[in-house]
């Protein structure tokens, strides 16, 4: 890097000196010196970093969802022992999790040295073994919902009128899309998860919170520039969630990193959804990867299925028909990498869930298969996952 910047200086100098000497400006001629002028290219080679690690991207990218805790503890190797001995080939990794905290310790004199924890202890080693085993490394950044930062920086967040943050039903608190400050906190930590050696960033909780819409006029909190628009505040949450997303993502350039969102699976059947401001196709049109959350125990009364849970294939079938039909009207469509279901929804109670197991599982990456989708990702929050299961696609 240091050559690189001296080399660059010499060039400007010299080009600088000619450009001097064919003004007559200067006492002695590059002419004379049988120096040759040098032409500076009219667009210069774009700074891009190297984190010293080796990846290549897979045929198709096929992973599972490892938790802080899994990556630096002893399940690490048991999930890296699944994936060797499968056609699995990818994991994606919390860095920023659900509460707002990082999984592992910057150095000291980090600013955020004060919401990590070290559950990885060392991130170098562990993206060494996945480098070594050629397993796929993707970064998950939580974005919105952060009870860390929410708590530390109230006025980037949502206040009751009493003054206290709000917190949804869940005990969750979300930070502000409309504020810049809290995209580039985000973007920052993005960044240096692209240093570590990450290949891939994903932001989860792109969005507001959910039901937004019943009551953005009952908290109080700053709508940055978004809140000179004219248009109504659906379009204003749309905005500032696809903004955040392109912001993102030009920011990430330098980094030699694919950018990903993961994304409520019915905002693929709607124009919008209203509360959370995400637009499916707005999104899509600033990622490289677009994720969406299909688990079949998520949907309720779509595509004429009562019981989702209990039909995974058609479940699925149904959703990946109506994604590509939205895809296929975009100039430059991103790579369609869905979330699929491998944990049991027994909360949904008796007679509308199933134990999900090798079929269950197989099913939904059938039905991606065959509307053309070849990657996806699979999540159990426990970071326990089905063994035994067929990830053979079907082209194979």
Not at 13 to 24: I, Q, R, W
Not at 210 to 239: C, H, I, M, P, W
Not at 316 to 344: A, N
Request: hydrophobic letters at 35%; glycine letters at 6%.
């Amino acid at each position: 890097m240091r050559l690189n910047i001296i080399l660059f200086c010499l060039l400007v100098s010299l080009s600088a000196s000619a450009s001097a000497d064919e003004e007559g400006a200067g006492d002695v001629s590059t002419k004379n010196l049988g120096i040759k002028k040098l032409m500076l290219p009219s667009e210069m080679p774009r700074f891009e970093y190297r984190s010293g690690y080796e990846f290549e991207y897979p045929d198709a990218v096929r992973g599972i969802y490892v938790s802080g805790n899994s990556a630096g503890g002893s399940r690490f190797n048991e999930l890296t022992k699944l994936v060797d001995e499968t056609e699995l080939n990818a994991m994606v990794i919390d860095v920023k999790n659900d509460h707002g905290n990082l999984t592992y310790r910057p150095a000291k004199e980090s600013k955020y040295e004060g919401i990590s924890h070290q559950f990885i202890k060392d991130p170098q080693a562990m993206l060494k073994t996945l480098e070594e085993k050629k397993i796929y490394p993707i970064a998950r950044i939580v974005v919105f919902k952060d009870l860390v930062l929410a708590k530390e920086k109230p006025e980037w967040s949502f206040k009751e009128k009493n003054g206290e943050v709000w917190t949804n039903g869940r005990g969750e608190s979300f930070v502000n899309p409309f504020l810049k400050e809290v995209w580039d906190y985000n973007v920052d930590l993005a960044i240096e998860a692209a240093k570590m050696g990450f290949k891939e960033i994903q932001f989860d909780y792109v969005r507001f919170p959910e039901g937004f819409e019943k009551r953005d006029a009952d908290l109080n909190y700053q709508t940055g520039k978004y809140g000179e628009s004219a248009e109504d505040n659906v379009q204003k949450r749309v905005n500032a969630v696809t903004d955040f997303v392109a912001y993102a993502k030009e920011k990430l350039k330098p980094y030699s990193v694919d950018v990903s969102v993961d994304i409520f699976g019915y905002s693929a059947t709607i124009p919008e959804a209203p509360g959370i401001g995400q637009n499916f196709s707005k999104i899509s049109s600033n990622v490289d990867v677009i994720s969406s959350m299909i688990y079949p125990s998520h949907w309720t009364g779509y595509f004429g299925v009562n019981k989702p849970d209990l039909e995974p294939y058609k479940m699925i079938k149904e959703y990946s028909k109506v994604e590509k039909q939205k895809l296929e009207k975009l100039d430059h469509p991103p790579t369609s990498r869905p979330w699929m279901q491998d944990f049991t929804a027994s909360y949904l109670g008796s007679g509308n869930y199933q134990e999900y197991g090798k079929e269950e599982v197989e099913d939904q990456i059938k039905a991606l298969n065959e509307e053309g989708i070849n990657e996806f990702l699979l999540w159990d929050a426990a970071n326990s996952y089905t063994r035994g299961v067929d990830y053979t696609p079907l082209s194979k």
